[in-house]
């Protein structure tokens, strides 16, 4: 596909998203019926599709559409304006010349940009990321509009995170370590086929942001301890937790269907994680990984389109959810124990009020610590809380 061709078909993908389809489900209806796309051509496509979400209020606006909603965005405007802003030869790639995007009228300048479309930010948030952030609120929304790091972590029960490195340098993969965890490898750029390398089908890394590397650190470890991971999903906070304590995981969702993938990443990561439908029968337990649903706000470098389609009514739902999560958390814990409770947003109404509420409403519980970090830290957004039941 040429340059051209490539943009084209993002515009398709990028059109029905804004009509409300999922991305990545976009995406690969799109493969599908591109048979002639190669690997480079879907990635070049994605790219564009994706890096158009993290910017989609500036790349429209600056595209000559005015501060719109993005069901009203076209598709074609939000490209142009995008490529625009990144620099881009718009007569090169919008010629018209065999699947290339028809030419394109001048763009017109479109004025200073108010907050919420500069930041890239809907207007309702920009005040709970201030809320959240105070200063730091306009730096890490402007990083949110970027792309993020391939980082990856190392099995530290088979390998070194060091001697990681060293295999991944000597198969041409350039990989570093990463500040913030002692398992986390920083890859430059974005290498593709690592999931075809030996190290990977041999289980010494998995892929996961150094920041939920660095709240799986912080969590207690004693051996012989009854640990669950409440909310498990794919099993990212699971396996980094067995491979730092070397202990047994029992692994519980309240959608089973999400840990599907689990037997088969811990056969090769060498976990044990024990499948735990009824944590009631199980109970207590000494420690609970609560991992729980939240906006994603601190991972919209990763998921750009969950940025636009969270409302607050979304935000209010997922509250009372970590609320209840966090009471049954309590509930399943001996006194003594601990919960660590995490989220990938920055927001404060899923973070730090949520502590503080469980706290009001269990006279037991209490928070030791918390954590958090940010694109700055060279990681994505997170929370941790690590809340202790009390002895009585
Ligand atoms: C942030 S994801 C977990 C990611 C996972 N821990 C990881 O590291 O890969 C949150 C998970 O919580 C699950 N969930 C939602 N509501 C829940 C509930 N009430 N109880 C337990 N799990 C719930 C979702 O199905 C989803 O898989």
Redesign the pocket.
């Known amino acids: 596909m040429t340059p051209g061709a490539r943009v084209q078909a993002a515009i398709e993908v990028l059109d029905q998203v804004l009509r409300g389809a999922a991305a990545e489900r976009a995406l690969t209806a799109w493969a599908r019926g591109a048979r002639y796309a190669g690997s480079k051509d879907r990635a070049a496509v994605r790219d564009h599709v994706f890096d158009a979400l993290r910017r989609l209020r500036s790349a429209a606006w600056a595209g000559g559409q005015g501060d719109v909603a993005p069901s009203g965005m076209s598709a074609r405007a939000v490209m142009a304006g995008l490529l625009a802003g990144l620099g881009a030869d718009l007569a090169a790639l919008f010629d018209g010349q065999g699947h290339a995007p028809a030419p394109l009228d001048p763009l017109p300048d479109p004025g200073p940009a108010p907050a919420g479309v500069r930041l890239d930010l809907p207007d309702w948030l920009l005040p709970l990321f201030t809320d959240a952030l105070g200063p730091d609120a306009e730096a890490v929304a402007l990083a949110l509009r970027d792309r993020a790091p391939v980082i990856l972590r190392a099995n530290t029960a088979r390998i070194d995170r060091d001697a990681l490195v060293a295999a991944l340098l000597s198969g041409g993969v350039a990989a570093a370590a990463h500040p913030l965890s002692p398992s986390a490898v920083l890859l430059a750029g974005a290498p593709r086929g690592l999931q075809g390398l030996p190290a990977f089908t041999e289980g010494l890394f998995e892929f996961q942001d150094a920041g939920?590397q660095a709240l799986v650190d912080r969590l207690p470890f004693a051996s012989g301890a009854r640990i669950l991971?409440?909310?498990?999903?794919?099993?990212?906070?699971?396996l980094a937790y067995a491979a730092r304590s070397g202990e047994p995981v029992h692994v519980?969702?309240?959608?089973p269907s999400?840990m599907r993938d689990l037997p088969a990443r811990a056969a090769r990561a060498g976990a044990d994680l024990r499948p735990c439908p009824d944590p009631e029968a199980v109970a207590p337990f000494d420690g609970i990984?609560a991992?729980?649903?939240?906006s994603g706000s601190g991972s919209w470098r990763r998921a750009p389109e969950a940025k636009w389609r969270l409302t607050p009514d979304r935000l209010s739902d997922l509250q009372a959810?970590q609320d209840?999560?966090l009471d049954?958390a309590r509930s399943l814990l001996r006194p003594g124990g601990w919960i660590g409770y995490m989220t990938?947003s920055l927001l404060a109404s899923e973070n730090d009020d949520r502590v503080a509420a469980a706290s009001r409403r269990h006279g037991d519980l209490q928070c030791d610590a918390t954590w958090r970090c940010m694109p700055r830290d060279g990681a994505d957004g997170f929370f941790l809380a690590i809340l202790r039941r009390g002895q009585g």
């Open positions: 939920s991971d409440l909310c498990a999903g794919g099993g990212g906070k699971a519980h969702d309240a959608d999400r990984i991992d729980v649903p939240c959810t209840a999560i049954r990938c």
